[in-house]
């Protein structure tokens, strides 16, 4: 790819200058074809696959240079970070903060977005509750391949709503208002929680909890207001991510069955797609291998959202499903709520 086709991947990204990012992806795609600092960032990633989305890793980059404080004259323009100035002023202070990372912003760029979305564990948890009814056991060992960083490993520290229901902690920092109507909650203990990611990230570190917040876009304040409660969360009470690809993990833990009377629950969230065939064939057989040695439940948040165009995305058609042992137990947002059980 030459500079120009790269410039134009980044202008029609969002193709508009409607947000802080839709502003910086047009200024950024000019400077890369006149051979600013961003030609530096970019000149050894021109022939990345435009999958790689190499504009998305860098706009990530620029945000944790601005999280840490080392921008502090791009803060105004972070809606997130209580800025509300006009994005269209941005880039004459963007421009210097560049030149003055490119070694960084280098390195940013062979990062993939990273992100653990807590608000899917308003989902998981109907499979859960759902789980617990179909077994009758209460206590429970959570088992979750491809955590990234284990945020909805903490689900029962979190506090869900919805018409007519709640569940968990009443004094929690995170509150999930699923909008789900007839749900009925369980009561449960989770005894044992882990989980394993390819890049797992340490969410109760000051870096690891930068490095998620950086691919969350900043004006996106709901999720930005989610995810800083769930860390809050996660330092006072850390989890285990091993570093580990889905399959070879899970078999690892299946092998040591839980205590007499303890529910198994493998779950996991907007992971399968990315996992090779042979990774989706491995998990579905040591899970099912898994079941005749112990109670076993698997639920699964799954399902690849068309390209959102405004006012098209029907949750109820195109949502992804969360199944509990393959049966359909609800839809929802791919972030979570709202959720229609079905
Ligand atoms: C979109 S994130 C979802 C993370 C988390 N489940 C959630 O819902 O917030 C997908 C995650 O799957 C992980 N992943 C991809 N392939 C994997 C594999 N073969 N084994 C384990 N994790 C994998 C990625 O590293 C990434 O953290």
Redesign the pocket.
């Known amino acids: 790819m030459t500079a120009a086709q790269l410039a134009n991947q980044f202008r029609h990204h969002f193709g508009h200058r409607q947000h802080l990012y839709g502003v910086l992806l047009d200024e950024l795609a000019d400077d890369l074809e006149a051979g600013g600092p961003t030609a530096a960032i970019c000149a050894e990633h021109l022939d990345a696959p435009r999958g790689d989305a190499v504009q998305l890793r860098l706009l990530a980059g620029i945000f944790r240079i601005v999280l840490r404080g080392e921008a502090p004259r791009l803060e105004p323009f972070y809606p997130s970070l209580g800025g509300q100035a006009d994005p269209e002023q941005a880039w004459p202070e963007v421009r210097p903060a560049l030149g003055q990372h490119v070694a960084e912003l280098q390195r940013a760029l062979d990062l993939a977005p990273?992100?653990?979305?807590v608000g899917?564990s308003a989902c998981l948890a109907v499979g859960l509750f759902e789980a617990v009814r179909r077994t009758g056991l209460r206590r429970v060992r959570l088992l979750e391949?491809?955590?990234?960083a284990g945020?909805?490993l903490l689900v029962d520290r979190y506090r869900m709503v919805g018409p007519g229901w709640s569940w968990g902690p009443a004094d929690s920092e995170l509150v999930l208002d699923t909008q789900a109507s007839g749900v009925r909650p369980e009561e449960l203990t989770i005894v044992e929680r882990r989980g394993?990611?390819?890049?797992p990230v340490d969410a109760s570190s000051a870096d690891g909890a930068t490095y998620l917040t950086s691919f969350v876009w900043p004006f996106d304040l709901a999720r930005h207001a989610r995810l800083a409660a769930a860390l809050e969360i996660a330092r006072r009470h850390p989890v285990t991510v091993d570093r580990a690809?889905?399959s070879a993990w899970l078999a690892e833990q299946l092998a040591q069955p839980a205590d007499d009377g303890v529910l198994t629950v493998v779950w996991?969230?907007?992971?399968e797609q990315?996992?090779p065939l042979s990774?989706q064939q491995a998990v579905a057989a040591t899970i099912d291998q898994g079941r005749a040695r112990m109670p076993l439940v698997h639920v699964a948040m799954e399902g690849v959202p068309p390209k959102q165009m405004a006012g098209s995305y029907d949750i109820a058609e195109h949502g992804p499903s969360t199944t509990v042992d393959g049966d359909l137990v609800a839809r929802s947002h791919h972030h979570g709520p709202p959720v229609l059980l079905r």
């Open positions: 990273q992100t653990n979305e899917r391949p491809g955590a990234s945020l909805n394993c990611d390819l890049a690809p889905a996991q969230s907007i992971t990315y996992w990774e």
